[in-house]
């Protein structure tokens, strides 16, 4: 419950905008590599309250642009290559192409290196990337990926499917290495305990279900500053997905799915997500004025929303049903928002440190970004009492069995 | 009190420990800090607080439930604020010093209402003294101190921490001069927001335990322990989080 214009401080991303001033300090998520194609060669990119275009500079690098635009043109305006216009005396940004995604640069002085996490470490065949639109702001988007309650709620399933028919689906597998599925975990153990710790990235966020017969079921997920979320997906697969601003009422989710043992069925994890979306614009085909396929008869007996298997329309719903800006003038928040009140804690730091020309007091903007690794993010089941061995060593197992370098 | 040969400040150990946890948003902050003290059975508390939304809604008393909307308000924020607390007789009394200010033009004041409520849940870090007396021979990992003013600051931290046992020790300045949350100055904010480290290489250990009824009105510094050797990681690991 916070006024307006608090509210406006930390969502509002344009040019000159506190939040803004902060997300332009990292490296962010531009276009996917699959945009770009022969004949595509220029690809229109909203990002941060800019018009730009992602292109070539005449050293034949690429770069990011101001492009011609109208002020009346809507956000997810995706024009032909050969309607952009440069704006030819207008800022350039520096891009670069990491496992499937364009970077772009849009901040002052030096931009920082990358951290070494795991969607960057693995080699390509262990990584793919996709993005999809959400109607609505960056903040509350991100701010659902680090509520680590909302699973057991809003995506519920009321039955179990088939483990074996999990690939390349959030949720879906078994729970670490038992035979339950994680639906049922889910499901049954709704009230996790939650303890947050800041670290040199963001935030580790560990959810602790406690089960029957002295059991706890282990889930940890990451906050990555400023506005990214790394979590798993499976036993085999972690999920690291950037809420990336379009302007102040839109932004796409930018996800590296990112596998351990096996390489990356790519053709079936585009597809399955390509079922979903248009192009070229990665607009959801289940949205608001469709009412995202609503089905009353499924929420009746399979899922809590009614709103088909697919995860991503559920969050899809949740978040741009609070409005294009949540009103958290009507916010009620609680200890178990931890994760989100300590992530408005650290937004707010930087606001500040960026204010007072403090750059180095930022997440990731000193020191020896490139030694960070990681970030361990698994499910683990575990007795009460050596919960957190036996979450690391999980995570270490999975990582020793790994063909690519995964060590930490 | 125990006073060594060459120092003039006094010392004592308490049962206490460093802690973390979240302030409830919404109500007076003077009662969203009683509800903590109370949860984790702490009878005087230091806390800080940082970038925390504050709000003070027209027309409400400070028992009055939080509405469901936000309704006329002055919001603010605190910048940071370090605060001493109290409990007696199911109430708590606050003092600290701090800086904060109002987006919606109030009249700015030189000292913070603790009926102001909080915008939204507030992280806090900080240090408890518990209601129960420590066991004899137990290692205790909190002191407060009275500092001679006569004195330079860092030799006396440096003599309490060393009369304590232990190797190395942080220590914060809080409020005793005034009943109230004061606003900061620059002078306030290295010694009681950010503390002090301090180090020594020679022990002694000649300081008494403080029993239950610890009052920090008679104390202007508490010093936790960040000894390398402390039996207790987790303790060591949330005081070299303040």
């Given amino acids: 419950m916070i006024s307006q214009k608090l509210n406006d401080q930390i969502t509002r991303i344009g040019p000159g905008t506190p939040a803004g001033a902060v997300l332009r300090r990292y490296w962010q998520p531009a276009a996917l590599v699959d945009e770009l194609q022969e004949q595509r060669p220029i690809v229109p990119v909203n990002l941060l309250g800019e018009r730009l275009a992602l292109t070539r500079d005449e050293n034949g690098k690429f770069v990011l642009k101001q492009r011609v635009a109208s002020v009346d043109e809507p956000p997810i305006y995706y024009p032909d290559s050969d309607a952009i216009d440069i704006v030819e005396d207008g800022p350039t940004y520096p891009v670069v192409e990491k496992k499937g995604i364009f970077f772009a640069y849009m901040g002052p002085g030096d931009a920082p290196d990358f951290p070494n996490f795991d969607c960057f470490r693995a080699p390509d065949s262990h990584v793919f990337a996709f993005k999809g639109l959400w109607e609505c702001n960056w903040l509350q988007a991100l701010e659902v990926g680090i509520d680590p309650s909302h699973a057991s709620f809003l995506h519920r399933f009321l039955q179990d499917d088939d483990p074996a028919d999990s690939y390349g689906k959030q949720f879906r597998d078994k729970a670490a290495h038992t035979d339950m599925p994680m639906t049922q975990v889910l499901r049954e153990y709704p009230r996790p305990d939650l303890q947050v710790e800041e670290t040199d990235f963001g935030l580790k966020i560990t959810a602790l279900r406690h089960m029957q017969n002295d059991l706890t079921h282990v889930r940890v997920t990451n906050q990555i500053f400023p506005e990214a979320i790394c979590i798993p997906m499976s036993r085999e697969m972690i999920i690291t997905q950037w809420h990336v601003p379009i302007d102040d009422e839109n932004c796409y989710w930018y996800t590296i799915f990112t596998s351990f043992a096996k390489p990356v069925n790519k053709e079936l994890m585009r597809e399955q997500r390509l079922k979903e979306h248009r192009l070229p614009d990665y607009a959801p085909l289940k949205n608001r004025s469709n009412n995202y396929h609503y089905d009353p008869e499924e929420q009746d007996t399979l899922t809590y929303t009614g709103m088909g298997l697919d995860i991503n329309v559920h969050d899809q719903w949740a978040v741009e049903g609070q409005g294009r800006i949540q009103d958290r003038t009507r916010e009620h928040l609680g200890r178990g928002d931890a994760a989100i009140v300590r992530y408005r804690l650290m937004l707010r730091k930087a606001i500040k440190a960026v204010e007072n020309n403090k750059e180095d007091a930022l997440p990731m903007r000193n020191g020896s970004v490139a030694d960070l690794v990681g970030p361990l993010s698994n499910d683990a089941i575990a007795s009460t009492h050596d919960w957190k061995e036996a979450s690391w060593q999980a995570d270490m197992k999975r990582r020793a069995d790994c063909p690519w370098d995964a060590s930490v | ?242």
């Fill in chain 2, 1 to 242: 009190m125990a006073q060594g040969a060459n120092m003039k400040c006094a010392v004592r150990a308490v049962a206490g420990r460093a802690f973390e946890d979240i302030l409830d948003g919404y109500f007076p902050l003077s009662e969203s800090v009683r509800q903590m003290m109370v949860r984790h059975g702490f009878t005087s508390m230091w806390i800080t607080v940082l970038h925390a939304p504050v709000m003070t809604l027209k027309g409400l008393a400070p028992t009055d439930p939080v509405p469901f909307s936000l309704p006329k308000t002055y919001a603010g924020m605190i910048e940071h604020m370090a605060l001493g607390a109290a409990s007696s007789d199911n109430r708590v009394h606050l003092v600290g010093v701090g800086n904060w200010f109002w987006v919606d033009g109030r009249d700015e004041v030189d000292t913070f209402p603790p009926s102001t409520r909080l915008g939204e849940p507030a992280f806090v870090r900080g240090i408890g003294i518990g209601e129960a007396d420590a066991e004899a021979g137990t290692r205790m990992s909190v002191a407060l101190a009275r500092l001679d003013p006569s004195e330079p600051i860092d030799r006396e931290l440096e003599a309490a921490t060393r009369r304590l046992g232990w190797q190395a020790s942080r220590a914060w300045r809080f409020e005793t001069g005034v009943p109230a949350i004061r606003r900061s100055d620059d002078r306030d904010v290295p010694s009681s927001l950010f503390g002090r480290a301090v180090g020594t290489d020679k022990l002694s250990r000649e300081v008494a335990s403080l029993p239950a009824s610890a009052s920090l009105s008679d104390w202007d510094h508490v010093l936790v322990d960040v000894s390398p050797d402390h039996p207790d990681r987790d303790a060591l690991e949330f005081a070299q989080r303040l």
